[in-house]
């Protein structure tokens, strides 16, 4: 083992492995890894390492490293200028490097946005969740869970490299330029459903420009804001681009209100938002090399003839500025459709890239008879977990299947998600363990309200929402006063549906009672900033935002940590063996503290010695049918009125033009 000193770390360097963090989708952890995977993989492959070996990724300029052992080295990604104790050296080949020698690597150029640093060996760092990823939002892996700082050291991994120190030949190199081109298929929710046709004519045949205001996350893009095929997202938000929640795939061209984002590694692994198309696995480095100014155009592939995501070299053509295309799938990404073995339910079976299938129940409702099928679907496929399987996400009425499309490919995984859906029985009955979790709500919380205010400051300030989203939610539901929002939101007992809906174990969660379903729409824009744990209500769900980020429910108040940045913590309440607080089919239920008693304890949350109290008990879908059957009357009459109250929130929308909003406006 040798040692990495770190002279100048550059703004943005942090330590990444490939694939990175895979298997925890589920409970909103990204996978981060390199963003650019190729460029990556080449880098370890140039010095003998195994392809995921950890090493560097660099953002916009790089670092000044001394080693204090003779090594070898490799730089590959966006061009810059390199030097080894002041004498210029190629990227893209291995360098031999002497003990006390300095590798300083400058900044990028015109074209590409990360470079690559790969060490014979290997970079050390701690394993969390089976990477050793950075995933600076959640302060995990890594370096402590952050970028790495001037003064820093690093230690070599002791791994022995897997083969022998090699230069990238030449049709190996990624091609990088300043217009790209993106290689998607069609999925999961295009035209004619959620878009015009026009709107995907213009998506393929416009050059969209890439927003400043991107990072790892995701994309933005500036281009035609979409005329959309629906009025509204019912239930799930006044604006057309809102669905009740389901999992998302990197890569998917996420339209968040007008504005389209291309997810990233250290995207949200769950949420309520359309995504007409996907970038493939192979083309998904080129994310990575988009910088501001740049443009990229979609072109429509065949996603049974995609390139694959192992292959390098003429295969892959990623040493091509272009994509070329023989044409897209006609199928509008809907794969297929059947019918549950009773005969009620449809059952729709997504394109969400090469590599995920997205298994959709019913009509865009909610219905909690949904979430019992999805359920009940996820635990007949785990049970028997096929090769190349990598992680199951359970959305409000969806199933995302994610495999390896190098291991199983999507015709397959459809056929058997057919025959695995057809065997399964009546969800009915369905009967869960379902805990009780007693947590503080800090109503209207200072933090809150400087996230309102910098979201007018920095996006927009003509919102519907803006100044205060409580008012909004008021008025959305035809309450007479703020108070019945309060009364409404401390009444209710929300039902765990899914997790990782704005990362990190963050429940998106229904109250029982359809009364007491506050149904709003989603910032459009969407936030830049959102406090860690912050509580909200977008359509008919409420979240605690699990960290730090981006984000669009409307703001009712803050809480205590649903996730443990100390793994374990000694706080009761959370689990030794995971880092998550809330399960699925959990209820929550709030109580009433002042700003001051939250800051206390969080405090003590993250000092390890706070507590949250949680019974045990069960859900029935019986009994919550019984339930619904015998208040039906009361039911209709309050979500009638709550119905004619958007009606009439849209109509003032419809009238100020908010319908018209630009993509990207910047009030």
Sequence with gaps: MSMISILRAGPQTTIQDWPGRIRYW???????????????????????????????????????????ADTVVAVTGAPVSLTVSGKSVPQWVPITLKAGEILDIGAVGVVGMRVYVAVAGGVDAELYLESRSTFTLGKFGGKDGRALTDGDTLATASAVPAGVARRILGDEKPALTNNWHLAVTVGPHSAPEFFTPEDIDDLY????????????????????????????????????????????????????????????????????????????????????????????????????????????????RAGFSTVISAGTDLDDGVLGGSTTADGTTKVTYRRSGDDNILVEYGDMSLDLALRARVHALAERIDAERPPGLITLTPGIRSLQVKVDPTVMRQSTLLAWLTECEAQLPSASELVVPSRTVHLPLSWDDPATREAIERYMLGVRSDAPWCPWNIEFIRRMNGLDSVDDVHRIVYDAEYLVLGLGDVYLGAP????????????????????????????????????????????????????????????????????????????????????????????????????????????????????????????????????????????????????????????????
């Design 26 to 68: 589920h409970v909103g952890v990204p996978p981060s890894g390199p963003m650019d995977d190729l460029s990556f993989r080449l880098a370890n492959i140039a010095v003998g390492n195994a392809e995921g070996a950890p090493g560097l990724e660099c953002t916009l300029v790089g670092p000044q490293l001394q080693f204090d």
């Design 205 to 316: 045949n416009t050059p969209y420009e890439v927003h400043f205001n991107s990072d790892r996350t995701g994309v933005r893009l500036v281009g035609p804001q979409p005329r959309w095929a629906r009025n509204d997202g019912g239930e799930a938000g006044l604006h057309p681009s809102n669905i009740h929640d389901t999992a998302y795939s990197v890569g998917a061209l996420d339209f968040t209100g007008d504005t389209p984002i291309l997810l990233g590694p250290d995207g949200p692994s769950l949420g309520g938002f359309v995504c007409p198309v996907t970038v493939t696995t192979a083309e998904r480095w080129k994310l990575g090399q988009l910088k501001p100014g740049d443009t990229v155009q979609f072109v429509p592939v065949r996603a049974a003839e995609v390139a694959s995501v192992a292959s390098f070299g003429a295969h892959r």
């Design 508 to 667: 998106v969660a229904v109250p029982l009672d359809p009364r007491h379903r506050l149904i709003t729409t989603k910032y459009n824009p969407a936030r830049t900033w959102t406090p860690e744990n912050a509580v909200g209500i977008g359509g008919a769900y409420m979240c605690i935002y699990g960290m730090e980020g981006p984000g669009g429910y409307q703001f009712v108040g803050r809480t205590t940590q649903v996730w443990n940045h100390r793994h374990p913590l000694r706080a009761a309440g959370f689990e030794p063996e995971h880092p998550w607080l809330l399960r699925f089919f959990d209820k929550i239920s709030w109580y009433p503290v002042s700003a001051d008693e939250l800051l206390d304890l969080r405090a003590d949350m993250a000092a390890g010695r706070g507590t949250v109290e949680i019974s045990d008990g069960t859900f029935s879908l019986a009994e919550h049918q019984r339930f619904l059957d015998d208040n039906a009357g009361a039911i209709t009459a309050d979500r009638s009125a709550m119905e004619a109250a958007r009606a009439i929130e849209r109509q003032r929308w419809s009238d100020g033009g908010e319908f018209a909003t630009k993509t990207g406006k910047v009030a």
